[in-house]
């Protein structure tokens, strides 16, 4: 593919990543079964979402979205910063997400908390009876994975994106109008003038009776005569 046309593409990878990893966040990653003999254990599993989880993924998952504004007005060399940020974006949400789902254990802890009151990494695993992941640490993985990519397109082809022209006609647009604005003022402010001078003590018909006076000084006094 043309580097030219890779802008829409790598912007469009970054909206999906982040939109993965902010929903992922908020949904369920573990269902933790807590050991009925203890105290608060129902035998009934518990919810643990990935705000608990995982709870770094949220702002992570922002920061992507923010990148996606900036990637579409910013300059070629604000472009290659850019995508050296994302890469580094999405690595940090492959590592959060990884480690939460390399140990479930420790990432429930504070659900485990929650529901005995036993605090500590070692108690707590000690009350856990089992872990069952769901799908959504590997979908938060999948956007971390995006993002990685979407970055390093920026960075491959990012210098060869086309420049935006809307702050260009933007700043012309401003600029005939507020030249239009200086040369042509309403009637309604002429109007306005007109009565303040007179407020002043000044006659508004002063300028047309010299032009008429200079008018006449300038005929010929030869036609004057006849």
Do not use: H
């Not at 269902?31 to 702002?59: F, R, Y």
């Not at 000690?126 to 769901?134: I, P, Y």
């Not at 959504?136 to 993002?147: Q, S």
């Amino acid at each position: 593919m043309n580097p030219a046309r890779m802008k829409l593409p790598a912007i469009v990878a970054t909206v999906v990543g982040a939109g993965l990893v902010l929903l992922s966040w908020s949904q369920t990653w573990f269902d933790l079964l807590i050991e009925a003999s203890t105290t608060g254990g129902t035998g009934e599993p518990i919810a643990v979402a990935g705000s608990i989880a995982s709870p770094a993924l949220a702002a992570l998952g922002l920061a992507g979205l923010a990148l996606v504004a900036a990637l579409a007005i910013a300059g070629p060399g604000i472009r290659f910063v850019l995508g050296v940020l994302e890469v580094l974006l999405g690595g940090c949400v492959l590592l959060a997400a990884s480690l939460s789902l390399a140990d479930p254990v420790a990432s429930v802890s504070p659900a485990v908390t929650d529901a005995t009151g036993v605090a500590g990494a070692a108690p707590t695993a000690e009350l856990v009876a089992s872990v069952t992941a769901t799908v959504w640490p590997v979908l938060a993985i999948a956007g971390g994975a995006l993002l990685v990519l979407a970055g390093l397109a920026v960075l491959v082809t990012g210098g060869r994106w086309p420049a935006s022209s809307r702050r260009y006609s933007d700043s012309r647009m401003a600029a005939d109008g507020t030249a239009a604005a200086a040369t042509e003022r309403p009637a309604s402010d002429r109007a306005i003038d007109d009565w303040d001078g007179l407020s002043r003590g000044d006659d508004p018909t002063d300028d047309d009776d010299a032009d008429d006076a200079d008018a006449r000084d300038g005929e010929n006094p030869s036609d004057a005569n006849r």
